[in-house]
């Protein structure tokens, strides 16, 4: 169970797309939704445990024989999202977005996290090392112990941002934050692209 949990701690605390994605909701968003952020990645990580300790023998390795489709769709995705942020910070200088639940931040990491090939690559190189659930029931409580260490990773890092942009003096610094995270997440995604076998 211990080293379900670790795993766990070692996906989340991989720095790449994902993290960049929850630390910039917490900059720009506050602590809800960098928490929320961080427990939508979780919550993609239990499901790919699931599969991992259930079927993942089997499944994880025909996942990986589409790795260079996964990949240059995750990395559209990516760049997409990259400039989307982007341009929805320059928009925001002229009229500051409404108000958003901090819930509605679970999502978009919810599906980004589905979708990148990091995530994907990692279960499938584990998956020999993890140990085999016997049962169902036993699959579902080590996926649980992961996603209670990629929880604990993920709402770090959304807490992370928020305490950092709260700590900033201004709204133009906190939006010099979000524009980083944004750029980085747009880098990743070109690099993906270019990077692609």
Do not use: C
């Not at 112990?145 to 807490?159: E, K, N």
């Amino acid at each position: 169970m211990w080293k379900a949990f670790v795993f766990g701690v070692l996906v989340a605390g991989a720095v790449g797309p994902i993290a960049l994605l929850i630390f910039g909701t917490g900059a720009r968003q506050g602590f809800a939704a960098g928490a929320f952020a961080g427990l939508g990645a979780a919550l993609a990580d239990l499901l790919y445990a699931l599969v991992a300790f259930s079927a993942g023998a089997v499944l994880l390795p025909l996942l990986a024989a589409h790795e260079k489709a996964i990949g240059v769709a995750s990395a559209l995705l990516l760049v997409g999202l990259g400039a989307w942020m982007l341009a929805r910070l320059f928009a925001a200088r002229q009229a500051p977005p409404p108000a958003r639940p901090a819930a509605h931040s679970l999502l978009p990491t919810f599906g980004l996290t589905l979708v990148n090939p990091m995530t994907l690559v990692v279960f499938a190189g584990f998956v020999p090392q993890l140990p085999v659930a016997g049962s169902l029931p036993a699959a579902a409580g080590l996926a649980a112990a992961l996603a209670s260490g990629s929880a604990a990773v993920g709402v770090t890092f959304g807490v992370s941002g928020a305490a950092i942009g709260k700590s900033l003096p201004g709204e133009r610094a906190r939006r010099t934050v979000s524009a980083a995270s944004a750029a980085g997440i747009l880098a990743f995604g070109i690099y993906g692209l270019v990077t692609v076998p």
